[in-house]
């Protein structure tokens, strides 16, 4: 399977956009973390390979989650970013979990893949 690594961070004034990506190659169940100093780690969003996402409350609706599974890219589009949006982002990946006879790519999946992060920083 290909190593995570993610690309894209940087910085930019409150309001702007910012594109992080990651190689997708394999990964059934895909996923952005991110930890800002002094707070715990945080799930941002997931991606089955199917497509299907689910997001924190905290970035619906300003972030997007899409993999292009030709290019084997995962891709996370932020725009409206906030101060509180500094941190570093991590991408993950993991096997979907089982409940029921059901499949979950959510943030309770254990994710045994992590790249080493993309610093992202909001500047007010």
């Known amino acids: 399977q290909t190593q995570l690594l993610e690309s894209g961070g940087g910085s930019v004034q409150a309001g702007g956009s910012l594109r992080l990506s990651c190689p997708a190659a394999g990964y059934l169940c895909m996923a952005w973390f991110r930890e800002a100093p002094g707070k715990e780690r945080e799930g941002v969003g997931t991606?089955?390979?199917?497509?299907?996402?689910t997001y924190a409350d905290s970035v619906k609706g300003r972030f997007t989650i899409s993999r292009d599974n030709a290019m084997n890219t995962l891709s996370l589009q932020m725009n409206n970013l906030k101060p509180e949006d500094t941190a570093m982002y991590y991408c993950?990946?993991?096997?979907?979990?089982?409940?029921?006879?059901?499949?979950?790519?959510?943030?309770?999946?254990?994710?045994?893949?992590w790249g080493q992060g993309a610093q992202v920083t909001v500047t007010s």
């Open positions: 991606v089955d390979v199917h497509g299907t996402t």
């Open positions: 993950a990946a993991g096997r979907p979990r089982v409940s029921d006879y059901v499949s979950f790519c959510d943030f309770a999946v254990e994710f045994t893949n």
